[in-house]
Nanobody, 126 residues
Framework: QVQLVESGGGLVQAGGSLRLSCTAS????????MGWFRQAPGKEREFVAA????????DYAGSVKGRFTISRDNANNTVYLRMNSLRPEDTAVYYC???????????????????WGQGTQVTVSS
């Protein structure tokens, strides 16, 4: 069973930065695509970013492109989300997820992910 644990959330002022971490259990972390999603109050969960197993492919939602950076450290089973220039509309619970199969094409589709963390709250004040 794969377990994902997010950390690094918190309260930050607009324009500030945070780095989220997601550490996975299991020996196969390095073989799978990892994604970050978020859910704001009253809204559906949405795609934020994804990274392929070897970091050769990365994708971002348009709303975060240029401000957020996804990266991974396969030796330590960890994926990161660096968030800069945060805005109040970035306030949400952020979730990391592991893909169902090692390589997925549609990285923005939640059904392509099999395992999810419990989420970490990010609050950006204006």
């Amino acid at each position: 069973q794969v377990q994902l644990v997010e950390s690094g959330g918190g309260l930050v002022q607009a324009g500030g930065s945070l780095r989220l971490s997601c550490t996975a259990s299991g020996r196969t972390f390095g073989s799978y695509t990892m994604g970050w999603f978020r859910q704001a109050p009253g809204k559906e969960r949405e795609f934020v970013a994804a990274i392929s197993w070897n970091s050769g492919f990365r994708d971002y939602a348009g709303s975060v492109k240029g401000r957020f950076t996804i990266s991974r450290d396969n030796a330590n089973n960890t994926v990161y989300l660096r968030m800069n220039s945060l805005r109040p509309e970035d306030t949400a619970v952020y979730y990391c997820a592991r893909s169902k199969t090692p390589s997925i094409v549609a990285v923005t589709i939640q059904d392509n992910y099999a395992y999810w963390g419990q989420g970490t709250q990010v609050t950006v004040s204006s």
